[in-house]
């Protein structure tokens, strides 16, 4: 089973570049910061779609379908256009810290990925084999199957992520 599809080859300079720009500009915790927010309360626009999300006792997953409206930060960006052709929701910045890795897990959702910085000891784990992403490319990736990701490099590898239901999944049969 094919778990990971280049989508698309893109300029790599100029999303680092937007990155670059928001990153500076907006709140961060624990290594991530929300391109997409929902009108919701008092949640904080930037941070209410990040981690782990008291909702999934109450609603699952479905409440990361909410996440819709982009930040302001993303308006005429590279990053929102990719996110917005690919029907993204719940999308944001990730950092995965030099020498930590994620556990063994599944989500409910198909994933985008735009891997920003991403260093010779970054990989994705899959039952059918090791997967490297780089920069560059928009990648779909199954993550409703058992995977992980793990940084063995000395740097921190940054990447946007946005759940989608894009519907071209054939590929997945």
């Known amino acids: ?35 997409n927010y929902r009108v919701w309360g008092d949640e904080d626009r930037h941070l209410g779609g990040c981690g782990w999300h ?21 308006e005429h960006t590279l990053i929102k256009d990719i996110l917005e052709k690919y029907n993204c929701f719940r999308s944001r910045f990730l ?11 599944n989500d409910e959702d198909l994933r985008i ?6 260093d010779p000891g970054n990989w994705f784990a899959f039952e059918e084999g090791l997967y490297k992403l780089d920069p560059g490319y928009v990648y779909l990736v199954n993550t409703t199957v058992k995977h992980s990701f793990f940084n063995g490099s000395k ?7 946005g759940n989608t239901e894009y519907k071209d999944m054939k590929f997945f049969d």
């Open 113 to 118: 990925h735009i891997p920003i910085i991403s």
């Open 95 to 105: 950092t995965r810290s030099s020498g930590t890795c994620y556990k063994w897990h």
């Open 155 to 161: 740097t921190d590898r940054i990447h946007v992520v």
């Open 54 to 74: 008291p909702e999934y006792a109450t609603r699952g997953g479905a409440f990361q379908k909410d996440y819709t409206l982009y930040n302001n930060e993303y």
């Open 1 to 35: 089973m094919e778990v990971v599809r280049v989508l698309e080859e893109i300029d790599a300079d100029r999303i680092f570049r937007e990155y670059t720009e928001i990153a500076a500009k907006v709140p961060w915790e624990d290594g991530q910061t929300s391109i």
